[in-house]
């Protein structure tokens, strides 16, 4: 039997790592994807298990050989999702999630339309927003630039199969569960 295909999105500062970190802690059986990049690797991380790390030529040839099921550019660096990674997963009939930004997910779905998508939704933007400016991380126009990037993500994030608002993680992780048990496909009623 075949794996699934999840997608799950969400904009910055929703706290959908937290949500999936606990959510793979509870279900190791299910695999988050491994994407490619031609970023550097950070201190601990390891190609194969955080990202392929690849170098640009390698990864504009696999771009243009059709090889990445989405794929964009972010600070200078290129990250994708390569098929052949997520179909020999999805044929070994492990269930997989891609956690993409909301225009990969369109791009993905497109491709794999049986794919299930979730997105991440924030209680409101008044809570993303005390959220951004509570991890002291980044300044007053790079935080305006992440809440009206939000506002799109969440306009898309209504066409996704299903939504979760993350206001109370353990609530957001039943309901994440709930999606997984049932069995969904993209007929499933909702």
């Given at each position: 039997m075949k794996g699934r295909l999840f997608i799950i999105a969400g904009?910055?500062?929703?706290?959908?790592?937290?949500?999936?970190?606990?959510?793979?802690?509870?279900?190791?059986?299910?695999k988050l994807s491994i994407s490619a990049t031609t970023r550097k690797p950070?201190?601990?991380?390891?190609?194969?298990?955080?990202?392929?790390?690849?170098?640009?030529?390698?990864?504009?040839?696999?771009a243009e050989n059709n090889e990445f099921l989405e794929w964009a550019e972010f600070s200078g660096n290129y990250y994708g999702t390569k098929k052949s990674f997520v179909e020999k997963t999805l044929n070994?009939?492990?269930d997989?999630?891609?956690?993409?930004?909301?225009?990969?997910?369109?791009?993905?779905?497109?491709k794999l339309p049986d794919a299930i998508t979730i997105f991440?939704?924030?209680p409101s933007v008044e809570t993303l927003e005390k959220r951004l400016r509570g991890r002291h991380t980044e300044d007053e126009q790079?935080?305006?630039?992440?809440?009206n990037e939000a506002k799109r993500e969440i306009e898309a994030g209504?066409?996704?199969?299903?939504?979760?608002v993350n206001d109370n993680l353990e609530?957001?992780?039943?309901?994440?569960?709930?999606?997984?048990?049932?069995?969904?496909?993209?007929n499933a009623e909702r």
């Open positions: 904009c910055s500062g929703v706290g959908k790592g937290t949500l999936l970190k606990l959510f793979l802690e509870k279900n190791p059986e299910i950070r201190n601990g991380e390891k190609d194969g298990v955080n990202y392929f790390f690849i170098s640009k030529e390698e990864f504009i040839n696999s070994k009939g492990i997989l999630i891609l956690e993409i930004e909301v225009k990969g997910a369109a791009q993905v779905k497109e991440i939704m924030p790079t935080i305006q630039k992440r809440l209504k066409k996704f199969d299903y939504q979760i609530e957001a992780l039943n309901n994440l569960q709930k999606i997984f048990d049932a069995g969904v496909n993209k």
